[in-house]
């Protein structure tokens, strides 16, 4: 059974800097994906960045240029750098994975609070 353990929110101001983590646990999986999405109040979840086992990433374009998404394959493990934060960016961040060998072929981490004060 693969299960994800997402680490590094909380609170900080604005035009400060957090770093998020998620690591993929268990055996017999192969992950392609490895996401951020957010979540506002009373918004939709979101796509913030995504990273493919290849090397290719994508941002949304209110992330472009302030946030990075690193991965290590080795340890299964996603990292989310957030510099330069705005109260904009305040969500709840949740890691999503996909691949072989993952039930139903995608998992979502618990999500982890990022508030962000002006």
């Known amino acids: 059974q693969v299960q994800l353990v997402e680490s590094g929110g909380g609170l900080v101001q604005a035009g400060g800097s957090l770093r998020l983590s998620c690591a993929a646990s268990g055996s017999g999986f192969s992950i392609n994906v490895m996401a951020w999405y957010r979540q506002a109040p009373g918004e939709q979840r979101e796509l913030v960045a995504a990273s493919t086992k290849s090397g290719s990433t994508h941002y949304a374009d209110s992330v472009k240029g302030r946030f990075t998404i690193s991965r290590d394959n080795a340890k299964n493990t996603v990292y989310l750098q957030m510099n330069s934060l705005k109260p904009e960016d305040t969500a709840v961040y949740y890691c999503?994975?996909?691949?072989?060998?993952?039930?139903?072929?995608?998992?979502w981490g618990q999500g982890t609070q990022v508030t962000v004060s002006s």
């Open positions: 999503f994975v996909a691949g072989v060998g993952i039930p139903g072929s995608s998992l």
